[in-house]
């Protein structure tokens, strides 16, 4: 998946949306690249799409990107 802009979303990227400017990028279910805290068995069964840990609102799965998720700072 790529952000609005083209750069492609990696695991570790600290992501903004909305107010929240601290979501973590934990799973890259199209790259098949799973950080630590986020077991692949459980959640390859999406079969594509990211995965981001947001402080507000918990787990959050993405097909494609929001208009309004922006990177804040690479991994």
Known sequence: M???????VKVGDVVGLGEDRNG??????????????????EWSFLERGVLI????WGILHYEEPEED????ARA
């Open 2 to 8: 790529k952000y609005w802009d083209g750069q492609e």
């Open 24 to 41: 973590k990028v934990v799973a890259s279910i199209d790259t098949d690249e799973y950080s630590p805290t986020c077991i692949r068995e």
């Open 53 to 56: 840990d947001f402080p507000r």
């Open 69 to 72: 998720l922006e990177l804040v």
